[in-house]
């Protein structure tokens, strides 16, 4: 599947702004990358494509590599201090590791480390030298990540962490290379409370401001003036990132040990290894087409998909399950690469299936009650304390499923609970040792304890929504109301501040045909995909794979006048995050 959406513009800016702008007919080049870019690259360009191009090698510049004194360098690195040491360290001896650099840099190098690169003998080789400004990683079509896991414990340590304004600089000259790169100078509004909302919104617009001067055409084209950028803070929404969710791509994630979107699983006579790796990413257009529904439709989707597949191809199939899929290999190899894509998703939509019905489904109707503060019927919770301690004291579930069936309860509560009552709860669910856990999210502006530090804060209040929905996933994320508000020009201007007043919108205006979803992207450059206004999110401190599936349903429902992108430093689980939270009073360990 080609790459669509953020993930195309990335790669066709890599691909045509780095590699084939320093192309020469019949020479070879080696590209050296560092991790960062390294991230960047894989996560939108495909080898293949780069080989093509006349790259022989691709290499990491914080490695031993043989020399290759023949050949010119490509080197795309971030702007910081190892990797520019490794870079300088490759030209300094008598003998050169390469024959010239081409010099990319993923964002603005800082005065001092180009200083140093002035004075080493690169300069006497060097070709090229420029910023590409892609400074984040194209996750999903709609999604971003800026690839910085410890960003909870920067912003919300209850350690002084000196650190934190060149963090949030540096997270700010992140987003601005985002913008930079899909040509958008939106409007930049901010969750008002929290001081670290309003201070990031103010260092990117800065760092806009000054991307716009040295690229004038950012921001323009017809309906562009209606873009924004929205900051908001974790704290605002913290029970999207607890739930169990039910949709697919959420509900793996939570309950399946996926590390770096790779799934492993036991196949049964399916090729020649028993264990079978399988990447989660857009390139699987099923995975693409099953991520955001309800696990009880992606099997029978699934099945459904894998019949049609047989009856095109005269296969005989009557039932289309794990077992009939090894047969059918065995006799149809030629289509082996299909057939164990469903194969994959068969497994996938199993294996979470097993892991609720043995733990999970008793806790999710508790967790939906608590989190919409009613039941299915719509009558309001009587003794939501009698349901949780039925939970608490059960044995078989998990200390961190209890804490979040705990937070849940508190939340509900909506000015907190006593601090003898939560050393109750704590006591009568045995987890002590993560209580911590608990007490943490104060950090995070959420009111926990009744009459303590957040006293009087609330969560924001809900959209009624109507329309049948399945019992278990009764609640939306509030991200969600926030995007749907913001696209018909909405949101509060007092709890939403803009840093500086936006562009006059004229909400009659309608976008250009081009940008038609489903539509805009076939046979068009990856720049001209968007002529229609986008709404970018950052939420500080991690973003939830619901919130992510948000962004790509309200888009569907404009019609794709609107394309909604989301992002965050990092891509949470519930574990994660919890995990995340635990770290919050504990000093970091330098070495991670």
């Not at 999604?143 to 934190?164: G, I, R, T, W």
């Not at 409370?193 to 017809?222: C, F, I, W």
Request: glycine content about 4%; aromatic content about 6%; hydrophobic content about 40%.
């Amino acid at each position: 599947m080609a790459p669509s959406g953020l993930k195309a513009v990335v790669g066709e800016k890599i691909l045509n702004g780095v590699i084939k702008s320093v192309k020469k007919d019949g020479e070879w080049k080696v590209l050296i990358v560092d991790h960062m870019s390294m991230r960047i690259l894989s996560s939108c360009c495909k080898m293949s494509d780069i080989l093509a191009e006349g790259v022989t090698i691709v290499e990491d510049i914080n490695k031993r590599r043989e020399p290759i004194s023949s050949l010119e360098a490509i080197y795309l690195i971030s702007p910081v201090e190892k990797s520019v040491r490794a870079l300088i360290n490759d030209f300094k001896d008598a003998a050169f590791t390469y024959k010239a650099a081409h010099i990319f840099f993923t964002d603005t190098c800082p005065d001092g480390l180009f200083a140093e690169i002035g004075r080493s003998r690169v300069s006497k080789v060097v070709k090229t030298l420029k910023e590409i400004n892609v400074a984040f990683l194209p996750y999903e079509s709609q999604v971003f990540s800026l690839d910085d896991p410890n960003s909870l414990y920067s912003f919300y340590s209850s350690k002084p962490n000196e650190a934190k304004e060149k963090m949030i600089e540096t997270l700010a000259e992140q987003i601005a290379t985002l913008c930079d790169t899909l040509q958008e100078y939106p409007a930049i509004r901010y969750r008002k409370g929290p001081e670290e909302n309003a201070r990031l919104a103010d260092e990117v617009y800065q760092r806009l401001t000054a991307h716009k001067a040295d690229n004038p055409s950012m921001g323009e084209g017809p309906d562009k003036a209606r873009s924004q950028l929205i900051i908001v803070d974790r704290g605002f929404d913290p029970i999207s990132p607890i739930l169990h969710e039910l949709t697919f791509q959420a509900m793996a994630y939570d309950l399946l040990d996926i590390k770096q979107d790779i799934y492993t699983y036991q196949s049964s006579g399916i090729g020649n290894s028993n264990d079978r790796e399988v990447l989660l990413d857009e390139d699987d257009e099923l995975w693409v087409e099953l991520r955001h529904m309800h696990i009880a439709d992606v099997t029978k989707k699934v099945t459904e998909l894998l019949r049609t597949f047989c009856q095109s191809k005269r296969m005989c199939t009557d039932n289309a399950n794990l077992k009939d899929l090894s047969q059918m290999l065995k006799k149809m190899p030629q289509y082996q690469k299909e057939l164990s894509m469903y194969s994959t998703h068969l497994h996938l939509a199993a294996a979470c299936m097993n892991t609720f019905k043995a733990s999970v489904d008793k806790l999710c109707e508790v967790e939906q009650d608590l989190a919409m503060g009613e039941n299915e019927q719509g009558e309001p919770l009587k003794d939501a304390m009698k349901t949780i301690v039925r939970v608490l004291l059960d044995n078989d579930i998990k200390a961190f499923d209890k804490i979040r069936i705990i937070l849940l309860f508190i939340f509900h509560k909506k000015k907190g609970v006593g601090e003898e009552n939560l050393a109750k709860l704590i006591q009568h669910a045995n987890i002590l040792a993560d209580s911590n856990i608990i007490n943490n999210l104060q950090n995070l502006g959420c009111n926990i304890i009744a009459g303590g530090r957040n006293a009087g804060v609330t969560l924001p209040e809900r959209k009624e929504r109507t329309g049948s929905t399945y019992q278990l996933s009764r609640w939306v994320p509030i991200i969600k109301d926030v995007m749907e508000t913001a696209i018909e020009d909405k949101l509060d201007r007092k709890q939403w501040p803009f840093i500086s007043d936006p562009a006059p919108i004229n909400t009659t205006q309608t976008a250009v045909s081009s940008a038609r979803f489903g539509h805009w992207h076939k046979n068009k450059s990856p720049t001209e995909y968007r002529s229609g206004p986008r709404l970018i999110i950052f939420v500080i401190g991690g973003l939830s794979h619901s919130e992510m599936r948000s962004a790509y349903e309200v888009t569907r429902a404009t019609d794709g006048k609107w394309e909604v992108l989301i992002g965050s430093s990092h891509i949470l689980t519930p574990t994660s995050f919890l995990n995340d939270l635990k770290s919050l009073d504990q000093v970091p360990n330098p070495d991670c």
